[in-house]
């Protein structure tokens, strides 16, 4: 089993900036593609950014440039920094890995997500 931990949210003023931080633990062959997903109170869950063992990135279009993600495979972690935050990036954002097992399958875990909170 794979167990993944983030941390670094919080609170913080328009503007601000956050960087988060999604640990991985467990049984992994090799990790794969770490990817970071919000939902905001009343709205689905959403793909924040990806990126890929090999360091390809991906965003939406509403984080381009503001936000950046990263990876460390030594570590099995995964970053996410948040520059020009505003109000509406406020969201829990969650840590989604795909994890190669020693068996050769392939999985998905989630963490149980951070608070980001933008004021006004």
């Known amino acids: 089993q794979v167990q993944l931990v983030e941390s670094g949210g919080g609170l913080v003023q328009a503007g601000g900036s956050l960087r988060l931080a999604c640990a991985a633990s467990g049984s992994i062959f090799r990790m794969n593609a770490m990817n970071w997903y919000r939902q905001a109170p009343g709205n689905q869950r959403e793909l924040v950014a990806t990126i890929t063992r090999g360091g390809s990135t991906n965003y939406a279009d509403s984080m381009s440039g503001r936000f950046t993600i990263s990876r460390d495979n030594a570590k099995n972690t995964a970053y996410l920094q948040m520059n020009s935050l505003k109000p509406e990036d406020t969201a829990v954002y969650y840590c989604?890995?795909?994890?190669?097992?020693?068996?050769?399958?392939?999985?998905?875990?989630w963490g149980k997500g951070t608070l980001v909170t933008v004021s006004s």
């Open positions: 989604n890995v795909v994890v190669t097992r020693f068996s050769g399958g392939r999985d998905d875990y």
